[in-house]
């Protein structure tokens, strides 16, 4: 969420996640992406992140002319080596007379947000710090660092910017980015107590903060506590907001009830100053998806389709998802198309979710030909629009398959991630390879993305049984070490599955979850609130 001018709502317009995963406060955004299973048994659970909802005092980018910035934010975004640093370009870039203000390195610290490049936003802001008889930074950058702090270095660290600031800064901006870090980091406890302060200080007094936390209980599947607060704001009179009524959408379709949401589409038709946006609608969709109900489903998208507005991408790849959760290829086909000519370049996630589609129909031969298609165009060779044919060749195919399909994606440029890795994980496992399948969930563990990554419990427990047949103590020892080192020991669902496997002590952080891997951010696209269909 950018900050911007003004305290109203601002107006919806577009949509990992995720989780990833989590939505920032006041700041910034970070987004779930829908991420359906391939080629096994579909299964849609529903949580949301918060999206921008309220602006805070920081200047109207949109007013000013384009100028020099975008020239400077290409040389940061497009540096061969970050190791140099955005300081680097900034400098070199006054020595070319090319001096920069505050409102064009804001602007650049917006883009950079928006595509997710979180640690060289901050470096332009400790850039600025150092430039303090230049750059007077107010109370909402100091909130934009603390989330960025919080995103690069980890809640303790924002904790401690936070600490440092003097009282007379700490606004509502300030504590909002800090809650927004903690439900980040499903740190409820810490998350309740601040939200308590902010109601005490008089921070609470609209639907942003509550907002943020009903994500954090959608995270944690507590959808009693969504309607609490829901019943909080109503009592207290502070009026939802249309982000406030997708995330109630959201918490009743979790919990399979399609009459509660309806009277929660119902109690929003009578609020005449608010206007589904297709958010609304694609949560709606996903809930009659997920209960079998398709004819109504494929209502909400046509519904959905006619909210789509100005230059926004995302639409369409829910409208894609969604159409191929129902099956109906015809109309992933004729979105695909309408979306091609839309416009003139398509990112990453608009062929990820035709390739997930396409496979979920069933269609593989299309599946790769939409893959050979992305090869020659893609902006980056982001590994998880690879990850989507080589899960369902080690699924469907013999192994080598996926092998020399995981070699080929190294040789053209992938850096595989921490899914490519566990997908070659589970092929070793059914191939009954111990040895190998250790060493490929070493390499899910250091890789760099996504950041808190943890295993599939099938995999989890299929590894132990594997270890267990033949009889290899010493391996399955050296797997619950990783995944202690990991944290999944913390967590009670993953400690039941080393019941009868192994004797597990359980260090601090008892009762803490970690299984949230259906939720995928998505690209950096300015969104509002977004929806995880996960498996």
């Known amino acids: 969420m950018i900050l911007q001018s003004t305290l109203s709502p601002s107006t919806p317009h577009s949509l990992s996640s995720t989780v990833s995963y989590c939505p920032s406060f006041f700041p910034s955004g970070s987004r779930s992406f829908i991420s359906f299973s391939n080629g096994r048994p579909f299964n849609l659970s529903i949580q949301c992140s918060v999206p921008q909802v309220y602006s805070y005092g920081t200047m109207d980018y949109e007013k000013r002319p384009m100028l020099k910035w975008v020239d400077i934010y290409k040389r940061i975004s497009l540096m061969e080596n970050p190791q140099i640093g955005v300081a680097s370009v900034l400098n070199q870039c ?87 870090a903690y439900v980040g980091a499903k740190e409820r406890e810490k998350a309740e107590s601040l939200m308590e302060r902010m109601r005490t200080k008089g921070y609470a007094q609209h639907p942003l903060p509550f907002n943020v936390m009903m994500t954090l209980y959608m995270k944690l599947n507590d959808y009693d506590k969504v309607d609490e607060l829901i019943t909080e704001m109503k009592q207290r009179n502070i009026h939802l907001d249309l982000y406030s009524y997708n995330i109630w959408l959201s918490a009743r379709g979790s919990q399979g009830s399609a009459e509660g949401m309806e009277q929660v589409l119902d109690d929003l038709k009578l609020v005449p100053t608010i206007i589904p946006n297709w958010t609304t609608f694609s949560t709606i969709a996903s809930v009659y998806i997920k ?34 959760s129902i099956g109906n290829k015809e109309e992933v086909n004729r979105v695909w198309n309408t979306y091609k000519s839309t416009f003139s370049s398509i ?79 589970e092929g070793h496992i059914k191939e009954g390879r111990i040895s190998e399948a250790l060493s490929c969930f070493r390499e899910a563990m250091l890789a760099e993305t996504p950041k808190n990554w943890y295993p599939k419990p099938s995999n989890v427990s299929a590894f132990l049984e594997l270890c267990d047949q033949e009889g290899d103590n010493a391996s399955k020892e050296d797997y619950i070490v990783l995944l202690r080192q990991l944290g999944c020991l913390q967590d009670e669902s993953y400690r039941s599955l080393l019941v009868g496997h192994v004797d597990v002590e359980v260090g601090e952080g008892e009762g803490k979850s970690f299984i949230d891997n259906g939720t995928e951010e998505t690209e950096g696209e300015e969104s509002d609130m977004l929806l995880s269909i996960a498996e």
């Open 94 to 180: 006054e020595k070319e007379g090319k001096k920069v203000n505050k409102w064009e390195l804001c602007k650049i610290v917006r883009e950079l947000r928006k595509f997710k490049r979180f640690k060289l936003a901050l470096e332009v802001y400790e850039w600025m710090n150092n430039r303090i008889e230049r750059f007077r930074l107010s109370s909402s950058d100091t909130a934009i660092q603390l989330d960025l702090i919080a995103k690069v270095r980890g809640v303790s660290s924002a904790e401690d910017y936070f600490t440092r600031l003097p009282d007379t800064l700490k606004d509502k901006r300030i504590y909002g980015a800090l809650l927004n």
């Open 291 to 324: 209960l079998g109900m398709f004819e109504k489903a494929e209502q909400c998208l046509k519904d959905l389709e006619t909210r789509i507005t100005g230059r926004d991408r995302m639409p369409y790849h829910y409208l894609i998802s969604l159409y191929g």
């Open 347 to 425: 990112p990453n996630w608009g062929y990820h979710a035709m390739i997930s589609a396409l496979i979920r129909l069933g269609d593989i031969e299309g599946a790769e030909k939409m893959y050979e298609e992305w090869l020659p165009v893609k902006t980056s060779y982001d590994p998880k629009v690879a990850n989507l044919l080589m899960g369902w060749y080690i699924r469907e195919e013999p192994f080598e398959k996926a092998q020399n399909f995981f070699n080929s994606m190294i040789e053209g440029g992938a850096k595989p991630n921490s899914g490519s890795w566990e997908i070659l994980e």
